[in-house]
């Protein structure tokens, strides 16, 4: 493989490659130990209704509690349990703890207005037969309504029609389970799916709404974006939102949801109920 390269890319490269690869593999190995430890835990991140400010859902979103390492984002973890074949694990882990908070705040706060537990899926964990037959059973194990339970998927796992991730999206949604397509506008499909998924909302990427505040042209594109949303009859989220001006903006676009640390970011599982009741939070 080296030599296929030349030696001028050999001393150039290798030194690097081997060192990521080795990289990967400890990751790998502890990521094994971590699922083994439970060190991988949930924060959440609120979603909120732009109409009323009120907080209608969380994102779970996974840390890995590392013991050396301390706190690392998936971002550096989820790609190598995806390569590892170590996703599915994690994906079960991150639902069953899910649904299990999701049942402990309702015990906790049941004068609470319901609200919905939203977890990530990654395309490995949407392929994997028997996912919702495991989902229901997890559901009803902790007593949680199926509408309670969102369901996100990245835009780049949309796929053809008859496919089989598209019969088990339609098995989840006739569960009763909601589904929802998250960082859209950020992968190459085609805008036509928007019509054919049994997706209810779609979440519009942080990297489209970063200038809408600054720049004008780009809040006309992002408005013109959530129109072609609800006229596929979807409602709109977007994400990343970060200040005050972009809230107020997209709530004067008629954009239904927004999340992003204007209103809060991600917390731990005992600060939710605290954080939700607060919304709609007054804001000068
Ligand atoms: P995502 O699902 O698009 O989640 C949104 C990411 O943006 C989160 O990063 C969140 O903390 C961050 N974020 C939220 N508000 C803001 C904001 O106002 N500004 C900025 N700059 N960022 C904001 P995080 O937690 O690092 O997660 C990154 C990605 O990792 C997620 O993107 C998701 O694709 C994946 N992920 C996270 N948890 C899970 C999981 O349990 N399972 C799977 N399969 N993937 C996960
Ligand atoms: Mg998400
Ligand atoms: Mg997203
Ligand atoms: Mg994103």
New binding site residues.
């Given amino acids: 493989e080296a030599k296929s390269r030349g030696r001028n890319n050999v001393q150039v490269f290798r030194p690097a490659m081997l060192a990521a690869t080795t990289e990967r593999a400890r990751t790998a190995a502890e990521l094994r130990t971590a699922l083994q430890n439970a060190e991988l835990e949930l924060v959440y991140?609120p979603i909120i209704a732009l109409a009323t400010g009120e907080a209608i859902g969380v994102?779970?979103?996974?840390r890995w509690n590392h013991p050396t390492r301390g706190v690392v984002?998936?971002?550096a973890f989820?790609p190598i349990a995806e390569e590892m074949g170590l996703?599915v694990d994690?994906?079960r882990s991150?639902l069953e703890q899910a649904i299990a908070q999701m049942r402990a705040w309702m015990d906790e706060a049941p004068q609470l207005p319901a609200f919905t537990v939203h977890?990530?899926?990654?395309a490995t964990?949407l392929r994997r037969p028997g996912l919702d037959r495991d989902i229901r059973t997890c559901l009803d194990a902790h007593g949680v309504d199926p509408s309670r339970l969102v369901l996100?998927i990245?835009e780049t796992v949309l796929m053809t029609r008859g496919s089989e991730e598209a019969r088990v999206l339609r098995r989840l949604r006739r569960l009763g389970i909601q589904l929802q397509i998250?960082?859209f506008g950020t992968g190459y499909s085609s805008i036509s799916y928007l019509r054919d998924l049994p997706a209810q909302t779609v979440k519009v990427d942080?990297s489209l709404i970063s200038t809408i505040d600054s720049d004008a042209a780009q809040a006309q594109f992002v408005e013109a974006v959530l129109h072609l949303i609800t006229s596929a009859g979807l409602s709109a989220v977007v994400?990343?939102?970060?200040t005050a001006r972009q809230a107020e903006l997209l709530r004067r676009m008629d954009c239904a949801y927004a999340?992003?640390?204007?209103f809060s970011r991600?917390v731990a599982p005992d600060r939710v109920l605290g954080l939700l009741a607060g919304f709609p939070a007054a804001r000068g």
């Fill in positions: 991140q994102e779970a979103l996974v984002m998936p971002g989820i996703i994690l994906g991150v977890v990530n899926l990654s964990e996100e990245t998250d960082d942080q994400e990343g939102v970060e999340q992003g640390y204007f991600p």
